[in-house]
């Protein structure tokens, strides 16, 4: 059974930093060649974050929403199965259930339905 389980989400004051962590299990981690994340705050839709793409053996794409450039980082461990999102200089803004995401095929990685497999999402709240 496919499962995605993020970690690392919590309150943190503005300016602070939080690394959320997605954990995936029931396949190999190269059975994924997308993984991303995603964001929802309260009244509002599902909005693209980050995502790190398999283009080749060992190669790797990572594109960020405009919105966390120069703030978000991506990243993925591969002996781990975990895929990261370093988050710094958090603002009240970025406050949402962060959640991540994966699916086999490696093209199209800024929709919701490009993706098939989802976590269970974890909180952040950035207070001012």
């Known amino acids: 059974q496919v499962q995605l389980v993020e970690s690392g989400g919590g309150l943190v004051q503005a300016g602070g930093s939080l690394r959320l962590s997605c954990t995936a299990s029931?396949?190999?981690?190269?059975?994924?060649?997308?993984m991303g994340w995603f964001r929802q705050a309260p009244g509002k839709e599902r909005e693209f974050v980050s995502a790190?793409?398999?283009?080749?053996?060992?190669?790797?794409?990572?594109d960020n929403a405009d919105s966390v450039k120069g703030r978000f980082a991506i990243s993925g461990d591969n002996a781990k199965n975990t895929v990261y999102l370093q988050m710094n200089s958090l603002k009240p803004e970025d406050t949402a259930v962060y959640y991540c995401?994966?699916?086999?095929?490696?093209?199209?990685?800024?929709?919701?339905?490009?993706?098939?497999?989802w976590g269970q999402g974890t909180q952040v709240t950035v207070s001012s």
């Open positions: 995401a994966a699916d086999p095929d490696g093209s199209n990685w800024r929709r919701v339905y490009d993706y098939d497999y």
């Open positions: 790190i793409r398999r283009i080749g053996r060992n190669s790797y794409s990572a």
């Open positions: 029931g396949r190999t981690f190269s059975f994924y060649n997308k």
